[in-house]
């Protein structure tokens, strides 16, 4: 347990010191910049800080950002049992991981962000809405650190953001149970809300089919983003 712990402390001090900027964040990072679009973007979206967590939170849990983002219904479809091992990527101050928490109570949540105030943030905000089967944990630019396989994987305004994201979902493929899947959200290209350097959604299909990934499911009722979900490729 001492081991582990001084691991940790170890990872944080060197990505506080050394790492550039944020470069997997998520929750709608970007949602409240309206720009010309750049279709033909391919690599991650410009660095920003999100040190302050507490004047982030009041933008990522804005309510009206939920007549567009239809949080609930995107949890009603996939939380298809309580008792589901789920990770959010670039879970920011829990937008989304609450909600899972809440739909899956016999399973476990784990917000996964590379900015250590927003892992301290949602860890405390676990704690004061009394969720004990969520959990934030600090992950880095290539690999989310998820603490065991996992059923499911979500990335909502986040896959933008990684860089390498082929070799990330590599990655990502190592840590995930045996029928998983990886549900991504993000806005589409003609969308007036979201970053100006959008991603196309064929773009995500065929960097998904290159790290091995099968498309199961595409839902259209999100009206400013699409709503794609995958599973491991049967080799």
């Not at 990684?162 to 493929?173: K, P, S, V």
């Amino acid at each position: 347990m001492h081991a582990r712990w001084i691991a940790r402390l170890a990872l944080l001090l060197t990505l506080v010191l050394l790492a550039p900027g944020p470069s997997v964040h998520g929750q709608g990072h970007d949602h409240d910049h309206d720009h010309d679009h750049d279709h033909g973007r391919h690599d991650a979206t410009i660095d920003r800080s999100f040190e302050d967590a507490d004047e982030w939170a009041d933008k990522f849990e804005n309510p009206e950002r939920d007549a567009w983002q239809l949080p609930d219904r995107v949890v009603a479809e996939l939380v298809t049992r309580n008792d589901l091992v789920i990770a959010d990527i670039g879970s920011a101050t829990g937008y989304f991981p609450v909600r899972f928490a809440r739909a899956a109570p016999r399973g476990h949540v784990y917000g996964a962000d590379i900015e250590p105030t927003m892992v301290y943030y949602l860890n405390d905000r676990a704690r004061r809405e009394q969720l004990d089967n969520l959990t934030s944990v600090l992950a880095e630019p290539h690999d989310p650190h998820l603490p065991r396989a996992v059923d499911l994987v979500f990335i909502c305004n986040t896959y933008h953001h990684i860089d390498d994201r082929i070799g990330y979902l590599r990655n990502l493929r190592e840590q995930l149970g045996e029928s998983a899947r990886i549900a991504i959200v993000d806005f589409r290209l003609e969308s007036a809300k979201g970053p100006p350097h959008k991603l196309d959604p064929n773009i995500v299909r065929e960097e998904m089919t290159a790290a091995e990934f099968t498309e199961v499911a595409s839902h259209d009722f999100l009206p400013e983003q699409y709503f794609l979900v995958f599973e491991r490729a049967s080799r």
